[in-house]
């Protein structure tokens, strides 16, 4: 704006300039019969009035645009940052996992529950199975539903047995008694867990497992929804 006034100034002394050009004579002949200078300056004021107007109305125009682009930015940072929680909140609903002990031999008698590991992983998204220690351990609260399966060649008489583990206690079992023949078991679950609540399968004191290549024993899991 102290552009615009500067500008006015000088076309205003412009004006005046041209009004005092020419002889002295020539300045009283016009002061006396003609004034044709003074519509001059009212014409360059005038139309120096609405170019201001104009400028004034460019200037509103960038301001909005700018307020647009500001909010559009704004737009787009939210955007991004609810894609950001959608692709973290979607990696941790993809939960599964199966795996099978992978030995070829029998586990137990032992005098403790005896945490079993399964070490042969067959599926593991999400990765919260460990199969160094056997555990599950859950991302996020929700409602899984979890199985798991033994084997026990029975070349003597014996019996089989262990639970599934939800934060060191028992939920569900399985049991078998052998007369000199395999036998197997399984049992399954749906549980409400918390974050960081583990789950494993632990052999029972003084009981027997077996496998081979065949895996027949197994854990497995998976979130059935998020709560």
Not at 101 to 130: E, Q, W
Not at 158 to 166: F, Q, V, Y
Request: aromatic letters at 10%; charged letters at 15%.
């Amino acid at each position: 704006m102290e552009k615009l006034s500067v500008i006015i100034v000088l076309c205003f002394l412009a004006g005046l300039a041209e009004c005092k050009g020419g002889s002295d004579q020539d300045l009283t002949v016009n002061q006396t019969t003609d004034h044709s200078c003074d519509p001059n300056i009212y014409m360059v004021l005038k139309e120096l009035g609405a170019l201001e107007e104009r400028l004034k109305a460019t200037v509103r125009a960038l301001e909005e645009t700018n307020r647009r682009l500001e909010a559009s930015e704004r737009k787009v940072a939210a955007l991004n940052t609810l894609t950001e929680l959608r692709t973290v909140y979607e990696g941790q609903r993809q939960v599964a996992f199966s795996a099978a002990l992978g030995i070829d031999t029998t586990i137990g008698p032992a005098n403790f529950l005896y945490p079993l590991v399964y070490k042969h992983v067959l599926s593991n998204i999400g990765g919260h199975y460990s199969p160094v220690t056997g555990y599950f351990t859950a991302p996020v609260k929700g409602v899984y539903y979890f199985t798991f399966s033994s084997f026990w060649w029975g070349a003597k008489t014996g019996t089989s047995g262990g639970s599934l583990h939800h934060n060191g206690n028992r939920i569900v079992s399985w049991y078998g008694h052998s007369q000199a023949h395999p036998i197997s078991g399984s049992n399954s679950a749906i549980l409400l867990l918390q974050v960081g609540d583990k789950i494993n399968v632990r052999l029972w004191e003084n009981r027997q497992l077996s496998d081979n290549v065949n895996k027949y024993c197994t854990f497995s899991g998976f979130l059935l929804f998020p709560l």
